[in-house]
T-cell receptor, first 111, second 117 residues
Framework: SQELEQSPQSLIVQEGKNLTINCTSS?????LYWYKQKYGEGLIFLMM?????EEKSHEKITAKLDEKKQQSSLHITASQPSHAGIYLC???????????FGSGTQLTVLP | NAGVMQNPRHLVRRRGQEARLRCSPM?????VYWYRQLPEEGLKFMVY????????ESGMPKERFSAEFPKEGPSILRIQQVVRGDSAAYFC???????????????FGDGTRLSIL
């Protein structure tokens, strides 16, 4: 079965700093999804990557999928307190119609 | 366009009772997925349904758990004879096409927090 490992598990940064979260798969990724979860709430879809080498940006968040399609990174530029939350990467395990998730990265942004 | 609606947001049950969790997908979405998030654990897939059909229930516990998505009305996740270990957050997601087809991601509801006394 496919496993996703996220690093770091938690991250505390000062407002205005850049940061990167990584997601590594044990198998080739057919689709990689980034979500954000605030405590006690649901998951908010951020970005979807499907092609090797693909890169997408939205506001101050950039996500990349490496050429081999086994690792993705999420980069936040000039972090703000509103970026705080748990970031989850999810992937489709082959032909299965479901998502497998990493254990998440807890981000705290200090004002 | 309303998002995925789950209710109740919080549900408290005593051991042995039944829990019913409801999920109304986004408008135009006919594919529903249920996930469970246990305390200190990640999000785990439970079941995938289309209208009136269970497509994949590989993540469902073998006993006490069932799910349905009738032609009319919300999808229901039903847990019979609940035990303490069922305490978790249960999330529903929906998509307009099957996951992985048509470049459409799953959109999640805010979840139901189930507590077993």
């Amino acid at each position: 079965s496919q496993e996703l490992e996220q690093s770091p598990q938690s991250l505390i940064v000062q407002e205005g700093k850049n940061l990167t979260i990584n997601c590594t798969s044990s198998k080739t990724l057919y689709g990689l999804y980034w979500y954000k979860q605030k405590y006690g709430e649901g998951l908010i879809f951020l970005m979807m990557l499907q092609k090797g080498g693909e890169e997408k940006s939205h506001e101050k968040i950039t996500a990349k999928l490496d050429e081999k399609k086994q690792q993705s990174s999420l980069h936040i530029t000039a972090s703000q307190p509103s970026h705080a939350g748990i970031y989850l990467c999810g992937a489709e395990p082959g032909s299965a119609r479901q998502l497998t998730f990493g254990s998440g990265t807890q981000l705290t942004v200090l004002p | 366009n309303a998002g995925v609606m789950q209710n109740p947001r919080h549900l408290v049950r005593r051991r042995g009772q039944e829990a019913r969790l409801r999920c109304s997908p986004m408008k135009g979405h006919s594919h529903v997925y249920w996930y469970r998030q246990l305390p200190e654990e990640g999000l785990k897939f439970m079941v995938y349904l289309q209208k009136e059909n269970i497509i994949d229930e590989s993540g469902m516990p073998k006993e006490r758990f069932s799910a349905e998505f009738p032609k009319e009305g919300p999808s229901i996740l039903r847990i019979q004879q609940v035990v303490r270990g069922d305490s978790a957050a249960y999330f529903c997601a929906s998509s307009p096409t099957p996951q992985g087809a048509g470049n459409q991601p799953q959109h999640f509801g805010d979840g139901t927090r189930l507590s077993i006394l």
